[in-house]
């Protein structure tokens, strides 16, 4: 689980995963709950991989039963991954008795998910590519972001993906013609909205984000056999943020794999900017989020 590039994102409150592990002996086989239902077997394998990895480095060997909800749609291109996956580090491996600093969750939750690497900070966060184990983690930029900013976040979807996150990258890897050129993208792009960041620079850090998200999805559809995680809302939410802009609302958008757009705006325009979204898309859809904290450890039996 090491990546092509360096990567930023920004921990949100709004989405998040509870997720409660206790390893018992009297267990024949790991158990998982997700969304109050059992998953299959199949449907459970990469927490039951994720979970013999645990089991490795605290020399332990009874099997788990995992209780997970998430505040967030799963697989759907809100990060359920990111956020599920840090959370099972820090559940699990506490349970499995490791008190692992925030690095070594960061490095940890990498094998679950790339994505959740970051999540175990809050604010904003950089994964660094790294070379090895080792160093391939997350370190925070900003952890407690002070400035007034908000992603209004757009549900336009929230059925699972055909195309998960990992298969979408390796296919844009190996068959896209345009991937050297993405990579050169994106340290060019960290080195822009890192200084914008701290700058509190919120239209550099915004056409930044902006361009980097189309260039990515560029590399789905210039990839064999070609595929796109828009849909037509996500298309028609694109120009609504254009329209924004236009009429002095300053709002930049990103997406990941998937077709929920990801709205930035500062908190002073929120209304207004949740407002129109809520006309076109129903108030239930459009979700305001803030910068928020990274793994916290709620209670332990
Ligand atoms: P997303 O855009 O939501 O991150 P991904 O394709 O990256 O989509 O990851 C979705 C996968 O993450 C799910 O299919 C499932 O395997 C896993 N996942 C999501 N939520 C949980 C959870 N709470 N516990 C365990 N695994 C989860
Ligand atoms: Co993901």
Known sequence: MLPQTNSL??????????????????LTADEVTVNDQLLSPTAAKKVHNFLNL????????????????????TAAGLASSASAF?????????????????????????RGSGSATRSIFGGFVEWEAGHDD????????????????????LVLDPHHKKVSSRQGMQS???TSPFYPAWKQVVVDDLDAIKPAIRAQDFTTMGE?????????HALTLSAWPPFSYFNGDTLIAMQMVKGLRAAGLECYYTLDAGPN???????????????????????????????????QFLNEA
């Open 86 to 110: 840090a959370a099972l580090a820090g559940a699990a491996s506490k349970a499995a008795g490791m008190n692992l600093d925030k690095t070594a969750l960061s490095r940890l939750a990498r």
């Open 54 to 73: 645990v089991r490795q480095q605290a020399s332990r060997t009874s099997f788990a039963r995992v209780t997970s909800v998430n505040h967030v749609p």
């Open 261 to 295: 757009l990801k709205v930035f705006c500062q908190t002073a325009d929120v209304p207004a900017i949740q407002d129109r979204f809520a006309r076109q898309f129903g108030s239930d859809n459009v979700i305001v989020a803030h910068p928020g904290p990274g793994i």
């Open 134 to 153: 080792l160093s391939s983690r997350a370190v925070p930029l900003i952890e407690e972001v002070t400035w007034p900013i908000a992603v209004v976040a």
């Open 172 to 174: 844009s890897v190996t």
């Open 9 to 26: 994102s920004l921990t949100l409150d709004q989405f998040y995963t509870d997720t409660t592990v206790t390893f018992d002996d009297q």
């Open 208 to 216: 930044t984000l902006e361009t980097n998200a189309m260039r990515m």
